[in-house]
């Protein structure tokens, strides 16, 4: 433990400023730089998890030709051909010492040249050195041929410098310090004219140090991204890298680093598993509104593919409906499905009949009975409506049927939604029935909790399946609000469909944040969350290793998960604040005082249940370093 935190005190150190690296450097005639890990940065965090993607790459080619224990083999392979080849050594050389096909060698050098970018910042300044007419020279310890460290550096936008010089072809290194001696007698420089920049101490310090140089030594890791879980895996560690690699070339605030960093991720993984798991049969349609930065990932990440169409569609808009084939007020109450608490004027919403402004003397009372007929107040509201409930029913199916005819909604069909209970489905899928619209659809989810079961429907989720698998945790419930605030729509809930002459349209509920000042600011803030995740997904399919990666579930999630489950002081005050709406408006996880709370105890148990992140809320309250993940489930 404390060797490895003094590695990496050695591999982050010094803190970089890179305004005096500037102010240094130009103040020489000639400047020569390290390559790997100070102009390149690699998106592993090892270098010899190259050698894992070259495993992974080559066996899914070749099945029948795989090689095994690759990364373990190729480092002993490189230790032996160093102690034959020394400072020559090539990657000829190496694989000499492998008994593999030779296309893997051509295969390593393809994903290094996939996964090496521009240390950007490095970029800048030697853009700025040349411009200043410096002479700047490119020098490395490394057993790859010249030709391919120049395409990657050409790749990279590195051009410009005077001369590369590679150890393996000069039979020199800089640790010795004899690459270094080479390079100032060949170009003819005076050792005092010459600067040199690199992260290692023994060879870019200790082996220029040897000869006189003057040297510039930069941290071989710059830290940019906030530390979430400790359970790494090299997947984990390979798309942290990625990110850190990148998030600096924005000038992003918090909420656009969480975008980029923890969302991000999520949607990556969940459409990579959308791509493999959809049958290209069948037609794709994403679901209002939580499908809709989900299709737009897609068709960033797939636009080679077909991107779909987005449906619009609600609870409401569908349930609705479905009201004309109910015989008795019992089965509009199993329609309907009201939550668990509700007021007279929630019941006529869900109904259908809000737009009609239906009068009645029951207030704000709350009430809690499912099945409503057995509230001799709320049964005499819906029989004195019961015709206009059925009248709008079917106007409202009738809509809803000629906007499905209108998308060509009918067919074998991949439809894809956050999920949870696949109610939407569920009720597509017996409107359609009873209208005789031949349609087969497969939910494709990002989770599906024990509730799916209910509606027998044909689906999958991808984060759990407790439709398949009931031994799956439900690991959406303790922050479903902070999933659902983030995978939102930019517009507001279906109502209901419109028959426009030529078209049928969606009507519209107003746009959550198009509201006070403060909802529009909120409004802006999530827009820059999804934007940035987003700009993640974009970077990464111009990245290498879209053609090397595809993460898996525990990889896009455990930040999400960390943040949600396992919150720090500082992502629940500036998340916490959040509105979402549902059947009301709360914020995600925003407690009083806690002395509030002392006075008024059952006002306590009332906001937690509002709360749509109650781990949230829990740690907000009490603010102590306790399992609030672990409280959750005991207050369950």
């Not at 990496?8 to 730089?33: A, D, G, H, M």
């Not at 005789?436 to 509730?451: I, P, R, W």
């Not at 990666?549 to 002081?569: H, W, Y």
């Amino acid at each position: 433990m404390v060797l490895s935190q003094l590695k990496t005190y050695i591999n982050t150190y010094p803190q970089i400023n890179y305004e005096n690296v500037v102010n240094r450097l130009v103040s020489s005639e000639y400047i020569s730089f390290d390559i790997f890990d100070t102009l390149l940065k690699r998106d592993v965090k090892h270098v010899q998890d190259v050698f894992f993607f070259v495993e992974k790459k080559w066996n899914e080619k070749n099945p029948n030709n795989q090689i095994k224990n690759f990364t373990k083999k190729r480092i002993n392979a490189e230790k032996k051909a160093y102690e034959k080849y020394g400072k020559s050594t090539t990657i000829e050389n190496i694989y000499e010492f492998l008994n593999v096909d030779t296309a893997v060698k051509n295969l390593e050098m393809k994903i290094e040249y996939d996964l090496n970018i521009a240390n950007q910042p490095f970029l800048e300044i030697f853009k700025e050195l040349i411009a200043l007419k410096k002479k700047v020279y490119l020098i490395s310890d490394m057993y790859l041929p010249k030709q391919v460290i120049k395409k990657m550096l050409d790749k990279a936008g590195f051009i410009g410098y005077q001369a590369l010089f590679v150890s393996c072809e000069m039979s020199k290194d800089k640790i010795s310090g004899d690459l270094f001696k080479y390079v100032i007698k060949h170009e003819n420089i005076n050792v005092r004219n010459l600067i040199h920049v690199g992260d290692s101490w023994k060879a870019d310090w200790l082996g220029a140090k040897k000869i006189g140089l003057k040297t510039y030594h930069i941290p071989k890791y710059v830290v940019n991204i906030k530390k979430y879980t400790t359970k790494k895996s090299l997947l984990d560690d390979t798309i942290d890298s990625f990110i850190n690699n990148r998030i600096e070339n924005y000038e992003y605030d918090k909420y656009q680093k969480f975008g980029y960093q923890v969302f991000g991720p999520v949607l990556l993984g969940f459409i990579q598993w959308l791509n493999e798991s959809l049958d290209e049969n069948k037609k794709l349609y994403f679901l209002a509104r939580d499908g809709y930065i989900v299709k737009l990932a897609y068709e960033l990440l797939f636009s080679n593919q077909n991107s779909g169409t987005y449906l619009y569609g609600s609870r409401r808009a569908f349930k609705v409906p479905l009201l004309q084939y109910a015989q008795t007020l019992k089965e509009i109450a199993e329609v309907i499905n009201l939550p668990s608490t509700y007021t007279a004027d929630e019941l006529l919403d869900a109904v259908g009949l809000a737009k009609y402004e239906i009068k009645h003397q029951l207030g704000s009372m709350v009430y809690t009975e499912f099945y409503f007929e057995n509230i001799p107040e709320l049964k005499q509201l819906i029989q004195n409506n019961l015709a206009l409930i059925k009248k709008n029913s079917k106007l409202e199916g009738h809509n809803l049927l000629q906007y499905l005819k209108q998308v060509e909604f009918e067919g074998e069909i991949n439809i894809v939604d956050i999920g949870w209970r696949g109610s939407m489905q569920a009720y597509l899928e017996e409107f359609t029935k009873l209208n005789q619209v031949n349609v087969k659809l497969h939910g494709l989810y990002v989770g599906l909790t024990a509730d799916a079961q209910q509606y027998g429907i044909n689906a999958q989720g991808y984060w759990f399946d407790m439709l398949k698998n009931t031994t799956d945790i439900d690991l959406a419930t303790p922050f479903k609000g902070l999933l659902e605030f983030l995978f939102s729509a930019n517009h507001g809930t279906t109502l209901y469909f419109e028959n426009k002459t030529s078209l049928v349209e969606p009507k519209l509920a107003p746009y959550e944040y198009d509201g006070t000042h403060n909802l529009k600011i909120q409004g802006e803030l999530l827009n820059s969350i999804r934007g940035a995740a987003l700009q993640f997904i974009k970077d990464f399919k111009e990245s290498g290793l879209n053609n090397n990666l595809i993460i898996d579930v525990k990889t896009a999630f455990n930040r999400l998960e960390d943040v949600g489950l396992k919150p720090t002081m500082v992502d629940v005050n500036y998340l916490g604040d959040f509105i979402f709406v549902d059947q009301n408006i709360n914020a995600l996880a925003k407690p009083k005082r806690l002395i509030y709370y002392m006075v008024h105890p059952k006002r306590l148990k009332y906001d937690l249940l509002a709360s749509r992140w109650k781990i949230g809320f829990m740690k907000r309250l009490v603010k102590c370093p306790i399992n609030y993940y672990y409280l959750y489930k005991m207050l369950k």
